[in-house]
């Protein structure tokens, strides 16, 4: 025996975003557009709640589950933005990060050899968990034409209907797309009929600008079988905090937390302090660094219109998803990186459907935004 990967590990590739990260960590003077976090810092009231935490000593374990009273308020919130009612005792899963919640969804409820249908393109992720958890995919690749929403055809003509679980993500990473409640009833409805349970990332839930966020577990018949993962990184600007949660009937939670209790015990406690006091009063924050992600994706859309760029008016999240002006996006990516030391992420990266596209990230303030758009256009010139 040798310390060799075992083979499931071995057959997924180091993610395609690292690369880019890498070739711009040895440049001077880039623009990163490449980045899928927040550029805010955490709101000062939760950094200042995990300092008085670790000041009065709460340096311990909390319950598996997390703190009852991070749960407690987790479902308050959740009832108050999403309608969803979630019991916090039974129902709710304290993780590090919603890509914890995701990795336990896979490994819990799911058994080697079934399927899950992965709509595409998708954050990072999604892919490597099931084939750690020995799960096979099937791919579920969304369309320009559609603005990369999910739809029943696309659902249909790619045997989703068949697999025994569906995994997607709006407002989403990478595309920025985002569905009305409407459009997630079809794919609900699909759910229902071919008994399918779904694993619904709303990490960028509250990050929206044209419409409100609609949760596919509100809706009737739906709650049973869906898994929903949220968590603080995003509409916080929490990322390092690492804490996420998920959402499901007891059942779906107890699995859950068989293996959360052994790999990871709980959740990192003096984020779980710094979390209770973001959703007690750091909300006008967030509305306020959605405001300005508006504001700089509207700036961003415009601009790409002025220099006839293709790109669907993306509504949520904080990416805008062009059609790449060169048929390479790879190719055009990279030399723009490096001619122009801006840094962006061809869509790719992001699995199937991502091709042609690339992925701009707008969490980057807006003098720079605006400098990086101009060098763009000086490029494409
Ligand atoms: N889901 C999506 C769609 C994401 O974009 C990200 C972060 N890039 C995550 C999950 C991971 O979130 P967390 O920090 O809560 O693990």
Redesign the pocket.
């Given at each position: 025996m040798t310390l060799e990967p075992a083979t499931r590990v071995d057959s997924v590739p180091p993610s395609g975003i690292r690369r880019f990260f890498e070739l711009a960590e040895e440049m001077d003077d880039i623009i990163s557009l490449g980045v899928?976090?927040p550029d805010f810092s955490a709101p000062w009231a939760a950094r200042e709640a995990a300092i008085a935490s670790l000041e009065r000593g709460r340096t311990s374990y909390t319950a598996n589950r997390g703190k009852r009273e991070l749960r407690e308020r987790i479902a308050d919130y959740e009832a108050a933005t999403h309608g969803l009612q979630y019991d916090p005792d039974e129902e709710i899963l304290v993780?590090?990060?919603?890509?914890?919640?995701?990795d336990l969804a896979f490994r819990a409820l799911l058994n080697p050899g079934d399927t899950v249908a992965i709509a595409q393109p998708?954050?990072?992720?999604?892919v490597p968990g099931a084939t750690f958890a020995g799960v096979d995919v099937v791919d579920v690749p969304t369309r320009a034409e559609d603005e990369f929403k999910l739809t029943r055809e696309v659902l249909e003509s790619t045997g989703a209907a068949d697999a025994d679980a569906l995994v997607y993500?709006y407002p989403?990473?990478?595309t920025g797309a985002t569905m009305t409640g409407d459009e997630i009833a079809e794919v609900a409805a699909f759910c229902r009929e071919n008994d399918l349970v779904v694993f619904a990332?709303e990490?960028?839930a509250d990050l929206t600008y044209e419409h409100e966020h609609t949760s596919i577990a509100s809706l009737p018949g739906m709650r049973e079988r869906t898994v929903v993962?949220?968590?603080?990184?995003?509409a916080f600007a929490?990322?390092g905090f690492?804490?996420?949660y998920a959402m499901a009937p007891p059942e779906a939670i107890e699995a859950m937390n068989r293996i959360h209790q052994y790999s990871m015990l709980s959740a990192p406690t003096t984020a779980q302090y710094a979390a209770i006091e973001a959703l007690d009063n750091c909300r006008d924050e967030v509305t306020e660094m959605a405001a300005q992600y508006d504001r700089r994706r509207k700036y961003v859309l415009t601009r790409f219109e002025e220099m006839g760029i293709d790109c669907f008016p993306a509504a949520g999240?904080f990416y805008a998803f062009p059609e790449c002006p060169w048929d390479d996006a790879d190719e055009f990516a990279e030399a723009l990186l490096q001619e122009k030391r801006v840094a962006l992420v061809p869509g790719s990266a992001f699995g199937a459907g991502g091709a042609g596209h690339l992925r701009v990230s707008y969490a980057t303030g807006l003098s720079d935004l605006k400098e990086a758009m101009a060098r763009i256009e000086s490029f494409i010139e």
């Amino acid at each position: 025996m040798t310390l060799e990967p075992a083979t499931r590990v071995d057959s997924v590739p180091p993610s395609g975003i690292r690369r880019f990260f890498e070739l711009a960590e040895e440049m001077d003077d880039i623009i990163s557009l490449g980045v899928g976090e927040p550029d805010f810092s955490a709101p000062w009231a939760a950094r200042e709640a995990a300092i008085a935490s670790l000041e009065r000593g709460r340096t311990s374990y909390t319950a598996n589950r997390g703190k009852r009273e991070l749960r407690e308020r987790i479902a308050d919130y959740e009832a108050a933005t999403h309608g969803l009612q979630y019991d916090p005792d039974e129902e709710i899963l304290v993780t590090a990060g919603a890509s914890e919640g995701l990795d336990l969804a896979f490994r819990a409820l799911l058994n080697p050899g079934d399927t899950v249908a992965i709509a595409q393109p998708c954050y990072v992720s999604y892919v490597p968990g099931a084939t750690f958890a020995g799960v096979d995919v099937v791919d579920v690749p969304t369309r320009a034409e559609d603005e990369f929403k999910l739809t029943r055809e696309v659902l249909e003509s790619t045997g989703a209907a068949d697999a025994d679980a569906l995994v997607y993500c709006y407002p989403n990473n990478p595309t920025g797309a985002t569905m009305t409640g409407d459009e997630i009833a079809e794919v609900a409805a699909f759910c229902r009929e071919n008994d399918l349970v779904v694993f619904a990332d709303e990490i960028y839930a509250d990050l929206t600008y044209e419409h409100e966020h609609t949760s596919i577990a509100s809706l009737p018949g739906m709650r049973e079988r869906t898994v929903v993962f949220n968590g603080f990184s995003k509409a916080f600007a929490m990322t390092g905090f690492r804490l996420g949660y998920a959402m499901a009937p007891p059942e779906a939670i107890e699995a859950m937390n068989r293996i959360h209790q052994y790999s990871m015990l709980s959740a990192p406690t003096t984020a779980q302090y710094a979390a209770i006091e973001a959703l007690d009063n750091c909300r006008d924050e967030v509305t306020e660094m959605a405001a300005q992600y508006d504001r700089r994706r509207k700036y961003v859309l415009t601009r790409f219109e002025e220099m006839g760029i293709d790109c669907f008016p993306a509504a949520g999240a904080f990416y805008a998803f062009p059609e790449c002006p060169w048929d390479d996006a790879d190719e055009f990516a990279e030399a723009l990186l490096q001619e122009k030391r801006v840094a962006l992420v061809p869509g790719s990266a992001f699995g199937a459907g991502g091709a042609g596209h690339l992925r701009v990230s707008y969490a980057t303030g807006l003098s720079d935004l605006k400098e990086a758009m101009a060098r763009i256009e000086s490029f494409i010139e």
